[in-house]
């Protein structure tokens, strides 16, 4: 296949950006679209020029580090799925494909295709974790979960923190991801003892990186790699709630 680029170039996060067009030869449609933007970067160093900075880690939607837009959409073409499980036969022969960064205040552009999203790491940071003493492993089964709690906290869980929710939103929330992290523990026995507390401060760290507020427009249940849903938000805010009341 033969295609065009235009793809975002900003040398570091206080540059001006643009896009700039590369057409490529030689893409295969069994390529992922993280393989094409390397044959791209192998022809950039053949010709001398700086290479795409982009990132990944996995390459099989787990890690949740290749976040770019494809043509508008996070992620590109398809619903649920990472850039790198995109492949090239998503496209046709001839196509022009524009690659953009996550856009979202929070979320600055380091460079080209990389953004900084350690504000999701502070989120984190407020919460998402449970005290526990050190010690030696407790036994599996003294705690009881029921299949059906257990399969709700393992479904929060699967969130891999790509920020897809938030580069779709309109208004750059970061309520999907942060409610996901909230539920997967607030629904366990484990969580419970930290639970107002866990609520209250992810929220509050949420509003202070500059995310926006969720408006129920559903764009990030569309694009999320794991299917995560509108519901998740409207039980954090519930969660919510209660912690102002009872907290
Ligand atoms: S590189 Fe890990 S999810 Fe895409």
Redo the contacts with the bound molecule.
């Keep these: 296949m033969k295609l065009r680029f235009k793809i975002w170039r900003q040398e570091n996060s206080s540059a001006q950006g643009e896009l700039k067009s590369y057409d490529v030869d030689g893409i295969s449609e069994d390529m992922s679209f993280?393989e094409a933007l390397d044959h791209l970067n192998e022809e950039l160093v053949r010709k001398d020029e700086p290479v795409i900075a982009f990132e990944?880690?996995?390459?099989?939607?787990?890690?949740?580090?290749?976040g770019v837009f494809i043509n508008g959409r996070a992620h590109g073409p398809h619903d649920h799925m990472?850039?790198?499980?995109v492949h090239m036969r998503s496209f046709k022969d001839g196509d022009t494909i524009t690659v953009e960064p996550f856009r979202a205040e929070s979320f600055p552009v380091i460079k080209d295709l990389v953004v900084d999203r350690s504000a999701f790491d502070r989120i984190i940071e407020q919460g998402a974790y449970i005290s526990a003493k050190t010690g030696t492993a407790p036994e599996a089964n003294a705690i009881p979960i029921s299949k059906e709690i257990a399969d709700e906290a393992m479904d929060m869980a699967a969130c891999?923190g790509?920020g897809a929710c938030v580069a779709t939103c309109k208004n750059a929330s970061a309520a999907l991801f942060t409610s996901a992290k909230i539920n997967h523990l607030n629904k366990l026995p484990q969580g419970k003892s930290e639970a107002h507390h866990r609520v209250l401060n992810m929220t509050q760290q949420m509003e202070i990186e500059g995310f926006g507020s969720c408006t129920f427009t559903g764009a990030c249940e569309v694009e999320c790699p794991a299917g995560i849903s509108l519901k998740s938000i409207a039980e954090m805010n519930a969660r919510y709630m209660k912690a102002k009341i009872f907290g």
């Excluded at 990944?56 to 290749?66: F, L, T, V």
């Excluded at 990472?82 to 499980?85: E, L, Y």
């Design positions: 993280l990944h880690d996995c390459r099989e939607g787990i890690c949740g580090q290749c990472t850039t790198c499980q891999i790509c």
